[in-house]
């Protein structure tokens, strides 16, 4: 079935760090991917998406392609801010199938 | 325009009773999802709607676990006879009629069910 493994967490990085946090998938189609942060005590937010392969999503400094050859996409960002504090998921869907299949999500802390 | 909302936010219920968890919507969406997230897990889908239809309750338990989304008013994912193992993060999530560049879902702030 349709999958997706996300790196062990927690990470724990200082404030401009460099980030990446690795994202796999597996499917049976040809999915969109996704990456959503969840801030404490909140729901999910979409921080950025791709849907085909090649494409780049970016949002606040935080940037991912979706690599079709690798079956992946890898959350990265350049220097990390105490605020980047949270816990990121990566996502896919498949065309029709209307519904997320998440990764298990990493714990994300940056330290001033 | 105002995000997906739930409520309650938080809901304490002993073993053996029915916890009911609501959520409306962003404006203009008629599609509603439900997930779970169980501590330091990932969520996991359980149910999508569309008024008034259950479309996809595939990952809905069999037992005690039940959802709808009438044609006036909130969705509704109730519990019957709770144990300790439905104690969770649940999510509700919605998009518009139309998708474009791919399925993109608004979660509200979650409803976190702690079975006592």
């Not at chain 1, 189609?29 to 392969?53: I, M, N, R």
């Not at chain 1, 498949?94 to 330290?111: D, E, H, P």
């Not at chain 2, 962003?26 to 501590?39: A, D, E, N």
Request: glycine share 10%.
């Amino acid at each position: 079935g349709d999958s997706v493994t996300q790196m062990e967490g927690p990470v724990t990085l200082s404030e401009e760090a460099f980030l990446t946090i690795n994202c796999t998938y597996t499917a049976t189609g040809y999915p969109s991917l996704f990456w959503y942060v969840q801030y404490p005590g909140e729901g999910l937010q979409l921080l950025l998406k791709a849907t085909k392969a090649d494409d780049k999503g970016s949002n606040k400094g935080f940037e991912a392609t979706y690599r079709k050859e690798t079956t992946s996409f890898h959350l990265e960002k350049g220097s990390v801010q105490v605020s980047d504090s949270a816990v990121y998921f990566c996502a896919l869907s498949i065309q029709g199938a209307q519904k997320l299949v998440f990764g298990q999500g990493t714990r994300l802390t940056i330290n001033p | 325009n105002a995000g997906v909302m739930q409520n309650p936010r938080h809901l304490v219920r002993r073993r053996g009773q029915e916890a009911r968890l609501r959520c409306s919507p962003m404006k203009g969406h008629s599609h509603v999802y439900w997930y779970r997230q169980l501590p330091e897990e990932g969520l996991k889908f359980m149910v999508y709607l569309q008024k008034e239809n259950i479309i996809d309750e595939s990952g809905m338990p069999k037992e005690r676990f039940s959802a709808e989304f009438p044609k006036e008013g909130p969705s509704i994912l109730r519990i019957q006879q709770v144990v300790r193992g439905d104690s969770a993060a649940y999510f509700c999530a919605s998009s518009p009629t139309e998708h474009h560049g791919g399925l993109e879902m608004y979660f509200g702030p979650g409803t976190r069910l702690t079975v006592t």
